[in-house]
């Protein structure tokens, strides 16, 4: 993924922290609240970025501290609010649970966003480039449109989201980038280690169905129903005779997301949610076999089965990648305690902080205690009376 490019941490893996369980509740709960709302915009909204960056603001105490930098109420208010916008909702949509759990991963967010600041601070380190910025500059126009789109200028005007804060969020990114090259490059993830891991863990590693690693090409999206069957089946006639399959969905495949990469949708099993003609006939392709013309909802699908799997102990080269990632990430995770120490990161007085782990904790709102039910007349009923 270039460096330029949006996008969207709280499904990326790569970028966790100790706040992502907490990302992980809120925003499944905003996604639900938002999820029948502007869908088609969602779709587009969902890939921008949402790191966060620290900006200061004044007329509040301050929640942490980190050098100069002070993560005020304020913020986390706008920060959460945009959550919110992203994921097809508003902040005023979301019940005070959902809140709470956002706003302090909204603060454990900007504070670690500071401790990395304040690291390359102090190391005299320049992370952005000229042609960084001007990437930068380019994208948060795209993203401050995308967000109007999504909310209107009203709603982004009322919690003061505006081009210069969108700017902040994608430099984060690039702040984020360098301090998670910075610690791999120092401890890198061996592959001795990662094959230390699997020999471990092996029973994580078990394919339980059969799956098939597919490419395929879609046509139709049109109210041409036969000239897009007479289409696909000259695509499918090519690619049997030879031609590159990648080739031709990259020209012809009506999926823009995978035609991008040459009409891999990845691997699949009876599991997954692909809609059922396509799931049936690519687990009964062989490997390398390319499919008849399958008719779907969407058009018609011309499918290659590029890998298929039986069920069975996975190989350690087959989950090698998966197993480099996760230690790394857990690398990267393990360097944020002594980031925040080292850059004196201080909490308010006001945060309950988890013994544990030394950092805050949502406040929860109090749950309204049951009704009282009066017991009395159930009581009398039919117990009668001696006359």
Not at 5 to 15: L, M, P
Not at 18 to 29: I, K, N, R
Not at 38 to 59: D, E, N
Not at 270 to 291: C, F, H, R
């Amino acid at each position: 993924m270039a460096k330029a490019e949006i996008r969207n941490v709280f499904s990326e893996t790569g970028n966790a922290r100790a706040s992502d369980g907490y990302f992980q509740t809120a925003l499944a709960e905003v996604k639900e609240k938002g999820k029948m709302r502007r869908r088609s915009i969602m779709a587009t909204i969902l890939c921008i970025v949402m790191v966060f960056s620290f900006a200061a603001c004044s007329g509040s105490d301050a929640l942490a501290t980190v050098g100069s930098s002070k993560i005020t109420d304020k913020e986390i208010e706008t920060y959460s609010a945009m959550v919110a916008i992203m994921s097809g909702a508003t902040y005023e949509e979301l019940d005070e649970t959902t809140k709470a759990y956002l706003s302090n991963s909204v603060l454990l967010w900007l504070a670690d966003k500071a401790c990395i600041e304040e690291h390359f601070k102090n190391e005299g380190k320049d992370v952005i480039t000229e042609e960084d910025q001007k990437e930068i500059d380019t994208n948060s126009g795209d993203m401050l449109e995308s967000l109007k789109s999504m909310a209107g200028e009203n709603e982004l005007s009322r919690y003061g989201i505006t081009e210069k804060l969108l700017k902040s969020y994608i430099e984060a990114q690039y702040y984020d980038d360098a301090f998670r090259e910075e610690i791999l490059e120092a401890d890198p993830v061996t592959d001795e280690e990662a094959e230390k891991y699997y020999e471990e863990n092996k029973d994580s590693y078990v394919r339980t169905s059969k799956s098939v690693t597919t490419s395929h090409v879609l046509i139709g999206d049109s109210e041409h129903k036969a000239e897009d069957l007479e289409l696909a089946e000259q695509i499918k006639a090519r690619a049997l005779a030879g031609e590159d399959f990648a080739a031709l969905a990259t020209e012809y495949s009506k999926d823009a997301g995978s035609a991008a990469n040459g009409g891999d949708i990845g691997e699949n099993d009876e599991t997954s949610s692909l809609v059922d003609p396509y799931k049936n006939a690519m687990l009964a392709l062989a490997e390398g076999q390319i499919s008849d013309v399958v008719e779907s909802e969407f058009g018609y699908h011309i499918i290659k089965a590029t890998k298929v799997n039986e069920p069975g102990q996975k190989a350690f080269d087959e989950v090698k990648d998966e197993i480099v990632a996760q230690l790394e990430q857990q690398r990267v995770l393990d360097a944020y305690p002594g980031l925040r120490e080292e850059t004196s990161l201080k909490w308010s007085d006001k945060l309950k902080l988890n013994e544990e782990t030394g950092l805050p904790e949502p406040v929860l709102p109090e749950e309204e205690p049951a009704p009282e039910t009066d017991d009395s007349a159930s009581a009398d009923d039919g117990s009668g009376s001696e006359e």
